[in-house]
């Protein structure tokens, strides 16, 4: 068995072919697909091969390989359901790595993806200038979904979109509109196409983080009706998280000890109870319903949101930006003083809250293209430092049928690693949370003004000296 940790990017730019090797012909197919494994068999140039892959989701997957005659790869292939993948994949090096650029043709004729395998989750990578946007976790571009829905079948509307970013040339509260349509049918594409599977649990629930930072920024305009459907959005994530938990534990202790195999080496005992929590969560057998019930709320979800009163302009947009900043601020000082797991969590939920508003004014506020990596450097940091935390919390429950000593061993190894990660996370703040809201607020009024060429309101610009202060601002 192996662990493999991957990366996956759209490529953006032809500038790759410059350093590229030979390229090697892929065709692929799948066999079968359960809630919990695909099978896939493949002919590489003149070699078969038949894999078992995991839907652990995001980065991390558990994979099976075995080769087998050419001829009897074509032969299963003929067995396959859904079509047939094609594409042919280059080694391309860059910096310290060696990415595998993947040319596709047939009906996923236009789509060219890079991947790059990584020893852990958190192992620096440079990346080249040719990427585009990531889309490590989005099942669209997972050969497994290709086969079934082909590239060519939904492209137009992928190229079409701004994605989760506002277009200063349109009117933004047609843009709040959109980003929350196009976050609702992915989650609803996610979970017709993909029912039952861990990969599609996480893409719906990072679909309603999305919803819930979109309907967090317009907070100052939507009020109680906007608080009512954050609320929604939540739940229904909460709803879907049953086994993705589980196995993400799984995950982080098998990235602490170097992989799945060390792991069950090094804390044998801690991984097998792991399995079992991730095992009788799946053994419920509630995640169709869950599903169901998860694409009903879409429905009502959507209608609500359809007729929901968005900012409609630069004003109400600054101060969204500067309320969501101003507790993400008050968050990281907190943080500093209290190092217990619930505060840290509450720091990263406004941490990746800030990084989401960077991401949707991007286009049209010079600042946030400067901040938005490091807010998502801190988000992941804080994230992984969560993880931790729940994994600590769990070994509370191991404590009678797990040896102390390797309970002992594991805390160790928990420990350095969050704080590792808590000291880049306090260098990350300090870096991201010096302004004092009201200039966070002039600056998103300002770029956003100019980039729509609208006139700025006053209301948004800086209050003269000695001048009364909103409460929030006078407290900072």
């Keep these: 068995m192996a662990l493999e940790i991957e990366r996956k990017f759209l490529v953006s730019d032809p500038a790759w072919r410059a350093a590229a090797g030979p390229g090697v012909a892929i065709r692929q197919a799948y066999l079968a697909e359960t809630g919990q494994a695909s099978v896939r068999v493949r002919i590489a140039g003149e070699a078969g091969f038949v894999t078992v892959k995991s839907r652990a989701g995001g980065m991390t997957r558990e994979e099976f390989e075995y080769r087998v005659p050419a001829a009897d790869a074509e032969a299963m292939m003929r067995l396959a359901a859904g079509g047939t993948v094609e594409k042919v994949r280059?080694?391309?090096?860059?910096?310290?790595?060696?990415?595998?650029?993947?040319?596709?043709?047939?009906?996923?004729?236009?789509?060219v993806l890079a991947e790059i395998e990584l020893g852990s989750e958190d192992a620096r990578v440079e990346i080249p200038p040719w990427l585009g946007r990531e889309v490590t976790g989005d099942m669209r571009y997972y050969s497994a979904y290709l086969a079934r829905r082909p590239f060519r079948a939904w492209r137009r509307n992928e190229e079409a979109a701004m994605g989760y970013a506002f277009d200063p040339k349109v009117p933004l509260g047609d843009e709040f509109t959109r980003v929350a349509g196009e976050e609702i049918a992915r989650a609803r594409t996610a979970l017709s196409g993909e029912a039952d599977t861990d990969l599609a649990v996480h893409d719906v629930r990072q679909r309603f983080k999305k919803l819930r930072g979109l309907l967090r920024l317009a907070r100052p305009t939507l009020g109680e009706a906007g608080r009512a459907e954050e609320r929604r959005w939540r739940d229904a994530g909460r709803r879907l998280s049953g086994s993705r938990d589980a196995a993400v534990l799984i995950a982080v202790l098998d990235d602490l000890a170097g992989g799945g195999e060390a792991a069950a080496a090094r804390f044998p005992m801690v991984r097998k109870r792991l399995v079992e929590r991730r095992d009788a969560a799946i053994a419920e057998g509630a995640a169709g319903e869950h599903f169901r019930q998860t694409l009903a709320e879409l429905d009502a979800g959507e209608a609500v949101i359809a007729g929901l009163d968005w900012p409609g302009g630069a004003k109400p947009l600054a101060e969204g930006f500067a309320q969501s900043?101003?507790?993400?601020?008050?968050?990281?000082?907190?943080?500093?003083?209290?190092?217990?797991?619930?505060?840290?969590?509450?720091?990263?939920?406004?941490?990746?809250?800030?990084?989401?508003?960077l991401r949707l004014v991007e286009a049209g506020v010079p600042l946030a293209a400067k901040r938005r990596k490091k807010a998502k450097h801190?988000?992941?940091?804080?994230?992984?430092?969560?993880?931790?935390?729940?994994?600590?919390?769990?070994?509370?429950?191991?404590?009678?049928?797990?040896?102390?000593?390797?309970?002992?061993?594991?805390?160790?190894?928990?420990?350095?690693r969050q704080s590792t990660l808590r000291a880049r996370a306090a260098e990350l703040g300090d870096e991201l949370f010096g302004e004092r809201p009201k200039d966070m607020r002039r600056l998103v009024a300002e770029g956003w003004c100019e980039a729509t060429g609208a006139v700025r309101d006053a209301d948004a610009a800086p209050r003269p000296e000695g001048a009364a202060q909103p409460l929030e601002d006078a407290a900072e």
């Excluded at 910096?95 to 004729?109: I, K, Y």
Aim: net charge negative.
């Design 90 to 111: 280059f080694p391309v090096r860059h910096g310290d790595g060696v990415w595998e650029v993947d040319v596709f043709s047939g009906p996923n004729a236009g789509l």
């Design 378 to 416: 801190l988000a992941d940091a804080l994230g992984s430092d969560h993880d931790l935390a729940v994994l600590r919390e769990v070994l509370r429950s191991c404590r009678d049928d797990v040896q102390k000593d390797e309970i002992r061993r594991l805390k160790d190894v928990v420990a350095e």
């Design 325 to 357: 900043y101003r507790a993400a601020r008050r968050a990281c000082r907190r943080a500093a003083s209290e190092p217990d797991a619930e505060t840290w969590h509450e720091w990263r939920k406004q941490a990746k809250y800030h990084w989401m508003h």
